[in-house]
């Protein structure tokens, strides 16, 4: 019996000798071709989503906002080069929609002197943005943590003037509250661009985007009775990210 378990065993580690020895002599991992896409690898892309607030005051008089209630929400595609294991150079195409809540004030010439119930501005941007990451930390096949600087343009695709009224007594067709949607808006430029700076930890992010050009077109004045030049719309945002890797 002892003499039958001896040859067992030393079958057994035979047999695990020898697998280990083919092992190293095959050089599988010789074979392998070295991995290019990852988080912290060559190459990445992801997809984010962005959502934030209004951050600083319009330039000029006659419009106030509602802080709580102007807000942008944004989705994109970002993608990553790794320069070194510190840098990095990418891009991203996003599309983003900016709300400025109008304030319903005595003073009050953009886009009209007209008070509402509930008065907002929606732009909705098709853009681009090239940027710089400087990584920091210690890290594996991760995100990690990390600032960028970047440039983004964008074209506006679309943009609506929404107002609505509680009226005290029903109008002409019997309705007591009015939705009203104005489009095509002729005071608006079609591109505008600026910088944006992030702080990120692996797919959480925060972001501060200011637009550098202006949004009004150059010397467009409310009613001719008016004659009374819109102010330029405000330029922060600062936002929360959240990478989807």
């Given at each position: 019996m002892?003499?039958?378990?001896?040859?067992l065993i030393?079958?057994l580690?035979s047999?695990?000798l020898?697998s280990?020895?083919?092992?190293?002599?095959?050089?599988?991992?010789g074979d392998t071709?070295?991995?290019?896409?990852?988080?912290?690898?060559?190459?990445?892309?992801?997809?984010?989503?962005?959502y934030?607030?209004l951050?600083?005051?319009?330039?000029?008089?006659?419009?106030e906002?509602l802080?709580?209630?102007?807000?942008?929400f944004?989705?994109?595609?970002?993608?990553?080069?790794?320069?070194?294991?510190f840098?990095?150079?990418?891009w991203?195409i996003?599309?983003?929609?900016?709300?400025?809540?109008i304030?319903?004030?005595d003073?009050?010439v953009?886009?009209?002197?007209i008070?509402?119930?509930?008065e907002?501005?929606?732009?909705n941007?098709?853009?681009?943005e090239f940027?710089?990451r400087?990584?920091?930390?210690?890290?594996?096949?991760h995100?990690?943590?990390?600032?960028?600087?970047?440039a983004?343009g964008?074209?506006i695709?679309?943009a609506?003037?929404y107002?609505?009224d509680?009226?005290d007594t029903?109008?002409?067709n019997?309705?007591g509250?009015?939705?009203?949607?104005?489009?095509?808006?002729?005071?608006l430029?079609n591109?505008?661009?600026?910088?944006?700076?992030r702080?990120?930890i692996?797919?959480?992010?925060?972001?501060a985007?200011?637009?550098?050009?202006?949004?009004i077109?150059?010397?467009?004045v409310?009613?001719?009775?008016?004659?009374?030049?819109y102010?330029?719309?405000?330029?922060l945002f600062?936002?929360?990210?959240?990478?989807?890797?």
């Amino acid at each position: 019996m002892k003499k039958l378990l001896a040859v067992l065993i030393v079958a057994l580690f035979s047999s695990t000798l020898f697998s280990q020895v083919v092992l190293l002599e095959e050089d599988v991992a010789g074979d392998t071709i070295p991995e290019t896409f990852g988080p912290n690898l060559k190459n990445y892309r992801h997809l984010y989503f962005e959502y934030g607030f209004l951050a600083d005051k319009p330039e000029g008089t006659g419009l106030e906002m509602l802080y709580g209630h102007s807000h942008n929400f944004g989705i994109g595609l970002r993608y990553k080069y790794r320069m070194t294991n510190f840098l990095a150079l990418g891009w991203d195409i996003h599309i983003t929609e900016w709300t400025y809540r109008i304030k319903q004030t005595d003073d009050k010439v953009f886009p009209n002197n007209i008070k509402h119930k509930k008065e907002k501005l929606t732009v909705n941007n098709l853009g681009l943005e090239f940027y710089t990451r400087l990584n920091f930390g210690k890290r594996g096949n991760h995100i990690g943590n990390f600032v960028d600087f970047a440039a983004f343009g964008n074209y506006i695709t679309g943009a609506s003037h929404y107002t609505l009224d509680v009226l005290d007594t029903v109008n002409v067709n019997n309705a007591g509250r009015v939705h009203t949607t104005n489009k095509d808006l002729i005071y608006l430029e079609n591109i505008n661009y600026g910088v944006k700076f992030r702080i990120g930890i692996n797919r959480y992010i925060i972001s501060a985007s200011y637009r550098l050009s202006d949004l009004i077109k150059d010397n467009f004045v409310d009613l001719p009775e008016a004659i009374v030049p819109y102010p330029e719309l405000p330029r922060l945002f600062i936002a929360f990210q959240i990478g989807i890797h």
